[in-house]
């Protein structure tokens, strides 16, 4: 087969970043914002529920995983209708693979979410003294693989529970989900708890590779940290080929007459209107 050059919409080719103006300057920033926001918010709200308790104890494994499970949807519905509100490499690299987004794009939202993450966590740090952290100052709300569980195994657990986000983060974004609407946070937010909830006490379980790097920086406690960029990436991407190709391509759209719908007239208009804005 000849050489062909990639689709004006080449993942490697910066499409967001072309002909820009003013206001589209201004969305991608808002974008960008957006994602370090949502990601200081998550690791802000997360992590507190790591703190001791007044008798000197850690709240409980459950108290923890639905703490950062709802700082996810709260980010959600802040953030949502502005980039995604991703506030995950991980899922961002999903969107690369199914073709929304560009490689220059995943590092733009790689980068704010990272820093926002250390910038949530270093708010937090601010805020609260070490006494009450509960954990070893160095430790606290870094994550950490199981003496138990060998350096693999911890890395196929974040590629399988990270796959699995990955593939609801597909769901709801694909056009023939008629369910995909406006429950997005709720969605999300159940899927954590149901996620985090097995795996999180014994893996420390990240499925975001930001979340585990701000406290990973502000400490610098690299210990294992590959665990939670390898396993994240490699089990969100891998999940997003297989609903691209094996389901999305495959299954049918559902038909539907506009002048069924007058809505569907004033909706398409809107798009149109607004198709300029997108990046």
Known sequence: MPFQKDP????????????????????????????????????????????????????????VVISFSFAIATSIIIFGHISGSHINPALTAADVVRGEKSIFMFIYYTVMQ???????????????????????????????????????????????IT?????????VQDTKN??????????????????????????????NPARSFGPALFSRNWKDHWVYWIGPMSGAMIAAYVYTHLFARHHPSKSRSVSRQPSARITLQHQQNHSGDEV
């Open 163 to 171: 796959g699995i986000l990955s593939l609801v983060f597909c769901a």
């Open 8 to 63: 004006p919409n080449s993942v490697f080719e910066p499409h967001e970043f072309k002909n820009l103006n003013t206001k589209k300057v201004w969305l991608l920033l808002a974008k960008g914002l957006a994602e370090l926001c949502g990601t200081a918010i998550l690791l802000s709200i997360g992590c507190m529920s790591l703190i001791s308790n007044s008798a000197g104890g850690v709240q409980d494994h459950l108290s």
């Open 114 to 160: 990272c820093f926002g993450a250390f910038v949530g966590y270093s708010i937090l740090r601010v805020l609260v003294p070490n006494e009450v952290l509960g954990e070893k100052e160095a430790g606290f709300c870094c994550n950490a693989v199981d003496p138990r569980m060998s350096t693999a195994q911890a890395v196929g657990v974040e590629m399988l």
């Open 178 to 207: 008629p369910d995909a609407g406006q429950t997005v946070a709720i969605k999300f937010g159940v899927v954590c708890v149901a996620l985090l909830v097995p795996a999180a006490h014994f893996i420390g379980s990240s499925m």
